[in-house]
């Protein structure tokens, strides 16, 4: 019905895009803003309580900025007499389904990721520079069940060494000898960067109907993804500059974090990394609107908002995907990608593929994707992809407070993903 009155409304303007002054009565169009800037104060306020409650009970001294976080609900004793950490009881484990593409080469690689993450014992999630000052609570042991791992690849089938023949209507698939049943791999023969991301999320949706449950991230990496993160021992992290780790640890804490919703702020639409080699990460929480999609956790209650990527006429620069995808974040979740403290990521491999910055071709694409249901003349604007803007704050309330609210006209952009996703699960 809501979708009804929305197409119903929106029909005569050129670009369908929002709902206009004139598409309402001026009565119900000042109601419904009145409406919408009350609840949102309250929301403002709320983040607000909560975020001077967390300074009040820390009681700790952000020394030299390189603070970390801190939680709402102090965990454990804090007493300076011990550096022994609490147990505290273990929460369960969000629902995740991981999708890389690249090439079969590269699988046994994100293969072993997987399974070691799938049996590592996680560590304590390190809030501060030591015990005394920050609280520390452990991530869930990783329950298979609510895990999935889907690697793409585009120039050869994955060798029969490490999977067993599964054949779908469209690529060939095979279900892989692993720690998790739902593990598998797809063949997506001369797929771009877009297509592939993009049929690696209709498999998402339809594996999520297989399965009778959403899954709470989405999670979209490239396949020469290298992690870095920095190194803590005995509770303690070390100067930036000094230690760093490399691989499988780093790998376990980013989906470690993603666990705990406390760490993570409310009006953040993604998560990442930032890119960049050893030490590029954060030492506090930052967000941007223009995040390189190379590693991007979607939140899956701000799916519609994302998804699917935008495709491409042939001949354009293969970037054009994640250009439209900053225009999209500028208009209408502004500074919502988070970057998670303490982890960064780099490209090891630099592909040959169609390149180029064009911000007419940007604005064009953008166009195309998005024009029944949001106006995007506006992306040839390149403010949005020369610089990236960091909001910046010691701990995820601090950062609710600065990340601005979703663009209320473009909740119009919802029904593009309804639409797409409608197309996926009728075949």
């Keep these: 019905m809501e979708k009804e009155k929305y197409r119903n409304i929106t029909t005569n303007s050129h670009f369908r895009t929002t709902i206009t002054a004139s598409s309402l009565q001026e009565e119900d169009r000042v109601f419904l803003f009145l409406e919408e800037q009350q609840r949102q104060q309250q929301k403002d306020m709320m ?10 009970s820390s009681n700790t001294t952000h020394q030299n900025n390189e603070t970390f976080l801190t939680t709402t609900t102090p965990i454990g004793n804090r007493s300076n007499d011990s550096h022994d950490p609490p147990s505290p009881p273990r929460r369960e484990s969000v629902d995740i389904i991981i999708m890389v593409m690249g090439e079969a080469r590269n699988f046994q690689r994100w293969h072993d990721l ?70 598998r791999t797809i063949y997506m023969p001369g797929s771009t960067w877009t297509q592939a991301r993009n049929k690696l999320a209709e498999e998402a949706l339809l594996d999520e109907r297989r399965r009778g449950r959403k899954y709470d991230y989405w999670v979209f990496l490239d396949d020469d993804v290298e992690f870095h993160c920095r190194k803590r021992e005995g509770g303690v992290l070390f100067d930036k500059k000094q230690k760093i780790e490399i691989g499988q640890i780093c790998w376990n804490r980013f989906l470690d974090f993603l666990n705990f919703d406390e760490l993570i702020p409310q009006k953040a639409t993604l998560l990442t990394v930032k ?30 908002y994302h998804l699917p990527y935008a495709t491409l006429r042939e001949g354009m620069s293969e970037h054009n995907s994640a250009y439209v995808q900053y225009c999209l974040m500028f208009t209408c979740m502004k500074q919502s990608a988070l970057y998670i403290p303490h982890i960064c990521g780099k490209n090891n491999d630099h592909r040959p593929y169609t390149r180029g910055f064009n911000t007419s071709e940007i604005a064009e694409a953008a166009v195309q994707n998005y ?32 990340i601005p609210s979703k663009n209320e006209t473009c909740d119009s952009v919802k029904y593009r993903f309804y639409d797409w996703e409608a197309k996926v699960l009728s075949n």
């Design 114 to 183: 997987w399974n070691n993450y799938l049996t590592h014992e996680p560590e304590p999630v390190v809030l501060g520079n030591n015990y005394s000052e920050y609280s520390h609570i452990i991530a869930p042991t990783p329950d298979a069940s609510k895990l999935s791992f889907v690697y793409a690849s585009y120039d050869k089938p994955v060798t029969a060494r490490y999977n067993e023949t599964n054949s779908t209507s469209d690529f060939n698939s095979y279900m892989v000898i692993s720690h998790s049943k739902t593990t």
């Design 275 to 304: 890119m960049g080699r050893k030490s590029n990460f954060l030492t506090n929480y930052g967000a941007v609107s223009n995040a390189d999609p190379f590693v991007t956790a979607f939140k899956r209650d701000s799916l519609q």
């Design 371 to 402: 024009g029944p249901y949001l106006n995007m003349q506006h992306c040839d604007n390149i403010e949005y992809y020369v610089k990236r803007v960091f909001i910046r704050a010691p701990d995820a309330l601090g950062l609710d407070l600065q």
């Design 47 to 56: 983040l607000a309580q909560q975020y001077h409650a967390a300074i009040a």
